[in-house]
């Protein structure tokens, strides 16, 4: 790649599609969420030639609407998917060491209610065999708790229908950021990721196999030939769009979480508990609120709208009051999103109860199509479809080198440092190293070139849109800063400060910034409304 041009910057975007269209790849991907992403860095680690195209932004579908948990899948073993749960629980503590940042230990709350989805003995016993699977050890492992042990913990707690409880280990994180780090990694190795490009045919050669994909920039709406060798389908939940087949590989699943804020719902720490029906549910705990999910129903696309409905908010309310004594209704709900898995069809089953282990099948034309899977396994998951591109390519494979690949330069303690030699507060520098890692050094650079105000937010805008192929104010609050699901409060405050630089300065035309604002201000009615 020609290191003279950062094509992570947006003013780049011309030039980055002129130097795709002069280049032949081994492999050509499309979707830009985990998945699509973790398959860029395996392959283009391991000696490829890798583009990525997504039709919209990076994580902007299913990876920046999970439960923003790295987890070993404890609701597993009820399904005995006993590899599932060694593979995703081991995963936790390599992304760990990975990205320190983005993936944190978190202490999970389990309590056991009479007639609940659980009971004692077998919590016990599926902890231990939970805790041996994914290679927990030390103070990580599971401890199993009286009633007044788990009361003591977390007060709030009903008190008249409790047995007792667990303590066991988890990892939070966030989905869409890292997401966005896997892209950026990529580049480091000469891949092409690129959003906004949407993939509309693919192309033949003379055998009848797939070489490429016909493509529209989304906003030039110039043609776009990719030619690639081998083409891996990483959509997720559009993967039979993609594939175009009268027989369906998925089934969606349909998740909705909400957001409350903390002084209305304060929880020491993350919950995992018993909703109104036979299914389980957490809340969890993030920086001024408490977000709480998620729902699972059948979605189709093209009948369903994939939106949050008042009988959803609904019932995770309903279900938070039945464990907890608090007072909370739906007026104190103050943000939400909504999300797809796309699970691999399996019979009859309902959503519910099918498994969300991950497969790879290859077309007669030789596309390559991943589908399932869960966020917590996405480097496996890509290890595996990168495995077969090679044997696609009849090249001899190389070892993967994921388990290894950094997704940061400094440390935790060399960015505080460089904050605090700069007068910082630490306040301002646990904000932007818990969203951007060591990038925090970037926004600090620009703050001060810059000669702004007190706040970082024009900072960390210009930062994004240079750095991380950001495009849109919406982008910018949901995919890159999450502001709108957690701050909202602070959203319109930002954006005053926003548009008194960024027109002042004629980076944006009013008429543009106009545009960009309803965009950003329709999402949020969106999120805060409910049919």
Same mark, same amino acid.
């Given at each position: 790649?020609?290191?003279?041009?950062?094509?992570?910057?947006?003013? %780049?975007?011309?030039?980055?599609?002129?130097?795709?269209?002069?280049?032949?790849?081994?492999?050509?991907?499309?979707?830009?969420?985990?998945?699509?992403?973790?398959? *860029?860095?395996?392959?283009? =680690?391991?000696?490829?030639?890798?583009?990525? $195209?997504?039709?919209?932004?990076?994580? %902007?579908?299913?990876?920046?609407?999970?439960?923003?948990?790295?987890?070993?899948?404890?609701?597993?073993?009820?399904?005995?998917?006993?590899?599932?749960?060694? /593979?995703?629980?081991? /995963?936790?503590?390599?992304?760990?060491?990975?990205?320190?940042?983005?993936?944190?230990? /978190?202490?999970?709350?389990?309590?056991?209610?009479?007639?609940?989805?659980?009971?004692?003995?077998?919590?016990?016993?599926?902890?231990?065999?939970?805790?041996?699977?994914?290679?927990?050890?030390?103070?990580?492992?599971?401890?199993?708790?009286?009633?007044?042990?788990?009361?003591?913990?977390?007060?709030?707690?009903?008190?008249?229908?409790?047995?007792?409880?667990?303590?066991? =280990? !988890?990892?939070?994180?966030?989905?869409?950021?890292?997401?966005?780090?896997? $892209?950026?990694?990529?580049?480091?190795?000469?891949?092409?990721?690129?959003?906004?490009?949407?993939?509309?045919?693919?192309?033949?050669?003379?055998?009848?196999?797939?070489?490429?994909?016909?493509?529209?920039?989304?906003?030039?709406? !110039?043609?776009?030939?990719?030619? %690639?060798?081998?083409?891996?389908?990483?959509?997720?939940?559009?993967?039979?769009?993609?594939?175009?087949?009268?027989?369906?590989?998925?089934?969606?699943?349909?998740?909705?979480?909400?957001?409350?804020?903390?002084?209305?719902?304060?929880?020491?720490?993350?919950?995992?508990?018993?909703?109104?029906? =036979?299914?389980?549910?957490?809340?969890?705990?993030?920086?001024?609120?408490?977000?709480?999910?998620?729902?699972?129903?059948?979605? !189709?696309?093209?009948?369903?709208?994939?939106?949050?409905?008042?009988?959803?908010?609904?019932?995770?309310?309903?279900?938070?009051?039945?464990?907890?004594?608090?007072?909370?209704?739906?007026?104190?709900?103050?943000?939400?999103?909504?999300?797809?898995?796309?699970?691999?069809?399996?019979?009859?089953?309902?959503?519910?109860?099918?498994?969300?282990?991950?497969?790879?099948?290859?077309?007669?034309?030789?596309?390559?199509?991943?589908?399932?899977?869960?966020?917590?396994?996405?480097?496996?998951?890509?290890?595996?479809?990168?495995?077969?591109?090679?044997?696609?390519?009849?090249?001899?494979?190389?070892?993967?080198?994921?388990?290894?690949?950094?997704?940061?330069?400094?440390?935790?303690?060399?960015?505080?440092?460089?904050?605090? /030699?700069?007068?910082?507060?630490?306040?301002?520098?646990?904000?932007?190293?818990?969203?951007?890692?060591?990038?925090?050094?970037?926004?600090?650079?620009?703050?001060?070139?810059?000669?702004?105000?007190?706040?970082?937010?024009?900072?960390?805008?210009?930062?994004?849109?240079?750095?991380?192929? *950001?495009?849109?104010?919406?982008?910018?609050?949901?995919?890159?800063?999450?502001?709108?699901?957690?701050?909202?409060?602070?959203?319109?405050?930002?954006?005053?400060?926003?548009?008194?630089?960024?027109?002042?300065?004629?980076?944006?035309?009013?008429?543009?910034?106009?545009?960009?604002?309803?965009?950003?201000?329709?999402?949020?009615?969106?999120?805060?409304?409910?049919?």
């Amino acid at each position: 790649m020609d290191r003279k041009i950062n094509f992570l910057n947006t003013s %780049s975007r011309s030039s980055y599609i002129k130097h795709i269209l002069n280049r032949n790849f081994d492999v050509l991907i499309i979707g830009g969420g985990i998945t699509g992403a973790g398959i *860029c860095l395996d392959a283009a =680690s391991r000696g490829l030639n890798v583009c990525l $195209i997504e039709m919209n932004d990076f994580a %902007s579908g299913t990876s920046s609407k999970s439960t923003k948990l790295i987890h070993g899948g404890l609701r597993y073993l009820e399904q005995l998917k006993f590899r599932l749960v060694h /593979e995703t629980g081991s /995963e936790r503590s390599i992304l760990h060491d990975l990205a320190p940042h983005i993936v944190k230990a /978190e202490k999970m709350l389990l309590p056991i209610i009479k007639n609940g989805k659980l009971n004692k003995i077998s919590t016990k016993a599926a902890l231990l065999v939970y805790d041996y699977l994914a290679n927990v050890k030390g103070d990580d492992r599971n401890k199993v708790l009286s009633k007044n042990q788990i009361l003591d913990k977390e007060p709030l707690l009903k008190s008249n229908n409790l047995l007792g409880g667990a303590i066991y =280990s !988890e990892y939070r994180t966030d989905d869409s950021r890292l997401t966005i780090d896997l $892209i950026k990694k990529s580049i480091d190795y000469g891949a092409c990721p690129i959003n906004y490009v949407k993939g509309d045919d693919f192309t033949y050669n003379k055998k009848g196999l797939i070489n490429g994909i016909k493509c529209s920039d989304k906003f030039s709406d !110039e043609i776009i030939n990719i030619n %690639s060798k081998i083409i891996i389908n990483a959509t997720g939940s559009w993967t039979d769009e993609v594939l175009k087949s009268r027989s369906k590989k998925l089934v969606l699943s349909k998740g909705i979480h909400i957001v409350v804020p903390k002084n209305k719902f304060n929880i020491n720490q993350s919950v995992y508990f018993d909703a109104i029906d =036979s299914r389980m549910i957490f809340a969890i705990p993030r920086d001024g609120t408490v977000y709480i999910g998620t729902t699972d129903t059948k979605f !189709e696309h093209g009948k369903d709208k994939l939106d949050v409905l008042e009988k959803e908010v609904e019932y995770l309310i309903d279900s938070v009051k039945n464990t907890f004594s608090i007072s909370i209704d739906k007026k104190d709900v103050i943000s939400s999103w909504v999300g797809l898995r796309p699970l691999v069809k399996d019979g009859n089953k309902k959503v519910t109860e099918i498994s969300r282990k991950d497969e790879i099948f290859i077309s007669e034309k030789g596309l390559i199509t991943i589908a399932g899977g869960k966020l917590t396994g996405y480097r496996k998951m890509a290890q595996r479809a990168v495995d077969l591109a090679f044997r696609s390519l009849k090249m001899k494979s190389k070892k993967s080198k994921t388990k290894s690949i950094k997704l940061f330069k400094y440390n935790k303690e060399f960015c505080r440092k460089k904050f605090n /030699e700069n007068g910082m507060t630490d306040k301002n520098f646990e904000r932007l190293y818990n969203i951007y890692g060591d990038g925090c050094l970037e926004v600090l650079k620009i703050f001060h070139k810059e000669n702004i105000s007190k706040d970082f937010i024009f900072a960390e805008y210009l930062y994004v849109i240079r750095y991380e192929m *950001c495009h849109t104010l919406l982008d910018f609050f949901t995919q890159r800063n999450s502001a709108v699901y957690f701050e909202i409060d602070q959203v319109n405050r930002y954006l005053d400060i926003l548009e008194k630089h960024l027109v002042k300065r004629k980076f944006f035309k009013k008429d543009k910034w106009k545009k960009e604002k309803v965009n950003l201000k329709r999402y949020m009615s969106r999120i805060t409304t409910f049919n």
